[in-house]
């Protein structure tokens, strides 16, 4: 799967972007400052980088700098206006920009198009033991074959686990994960009621299950 490094201050576009590329079934990693941004570059690899050029301890051309020295297609976000750093961030290798305000349709059609002529990382089809196949491209789930049909927050729950395979996710993370962007709230005790029923869709017994596993007192974890 594609993961992508995303590097902006702004707490109200980080959010609406992570969500937006979550739902196109990439992982995505959020930082808000250069410093962090490095450090996570020399740790990680990604797919994809897209970076803001204003950051509060410096610009995202240093973070462009380090992405391209390890190969990282990068896309700028940049304000209306900036042609000179529009023009600088495109001689420093960024293979797009994107002009601040933008359309989150606009900017995941680029992100698509920047990936595949890197190389085909595109997400595509995604499985999660031998029977259970997820194509985040068409948002459709098969299993051995026939589709299943999950409602949406299903498939976002699914999608969670997914960006965060192997890891431990806390209630709170999954409610996060779920939270429906128009405001809908989703209740802690609704969450299990969830797992259970995606659970029983994926096949997994709920009682050894083996796909979404139970981290008894933590949360859970797809492995
Ligand atoms: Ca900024």
Same mark, same amino acid.
Request: glycine share 10%; charged share 25%; hydrophobic share 40%.
């Given at each position: 799967? %594609?993961?992508?490094?995303? $590097?902006?201050?702004?707490?109200?576009?980080a959010?609406?972007? /992570?969500? =937006?590329?979550?739902? @196109?079934?990439?992982?995505?990693?959020?930082?808000?400052?250069?410093?962090?941004?490095?450090?996570?570059?020399?740790?990680?690899?990604?797919?994809?980088g897209?970076?803001?050029?204003?950051?509060?301890?410096?610009?995202?051309?240093?973070?462009?700098r380090?992405?391209?020295?390890?190969?990282?297609?990068?896309?700028?976000?940049?304000a209306?206006?900036?042609?000179a750093?529009?023009?600088?961030?495109?001689?420093m290798?960024?293979?797009?920009?994107?002009?601040?305000?933008?359309?989150?349709?606009?900017?995941? %059609?680029r992100?698509?198009? $920047?990936?595949?002529?890197?190389?085909?990382?595109?997400?595509s /089809?995604? =499985?999660l033991?031998? @029977?259970?196949?997820?194509?985040?491209?068409?948002g459709?789930?098969?299993?051995?074959?026939a589709e299943?049909?999950?409602?949406?927050l299903?498939?976002?729950?699914?999608?969670?686990?997914?960006?965060?395979?192997?890891?431990?996710?806390?209630r709170?993370?999954?409610?996060?994960?779920?939270?429906?962007?128009?405001?809908?709230?989703?209740?802690d005790?609704?969450?299990?009621v969830?797992?259970?029923r995606?659970?029983?869709?994926?096949?997994?017994?709920?009682?050894?299950?083996?796909?979404?596993?139970?981290?008894?007192?933590?949360?859970?974890?797809?492995?």
């Amino acid at each position: 799967m %594609a993961t992508i490094l995303l $590097v902006e201050d702004d707490d109200m576009i980080a959010s609406g972007l /992570e969500y =937006a590329l979550g739902q @196109e079934g990439y992982a995505v990693v959020c930082r808000t400052g250069v410093r962090a941004a490095l450090e996570a570059v020399e740790k990680e690899s990604f797919s994809l980088g897209i970076i803001d050029l204003g950051l509060p301890d410096g610009t995202g051309f240093d973070v462009c700098r380090a992405l391209r020295a390890k190969g990282t297609p990068v896309v700028f976000l940049t304000a209306v206006d900036d042609e000179a750093n529009t023009v600088r961030g495109l001689e420093m290798g960024a293979d797009d920009y994107i002009t601040k305000p933008f359309r989150l349709r606009e900017l995941i %059609a680029r992100v698509g198009a $920047v990936l595949r002529r890197a190389g085909g990382e595109a997400p595509s /089809e995604i =499985a999660l033991n031998s @029977e259970i196949m997820v194509d985040p491209l068409r948002g459709k789930v098969y299993r051995l074959g026939a589709e299943l049909i999950l409602t949406a927050l299903e498939y976002r729950l699914l999608l969670t686990f997914i960006s965060h395979r192997g890891q431990v996710l806390s209630r709170t993370q999954l409610l996060e994960g779920i939270w429906d962007v128009g405001g809908g709230f989703v209740e802690d005790n609704t969450l299990t009621v969830y797992v259970r029923r995606l659970r029983e869709k994926l096949g997994d017994d709920s009682q050894n299950p083996t796909i979404i596993k139970t981290v008894r007192g933590m949360g859970y974890r797809l492995d």
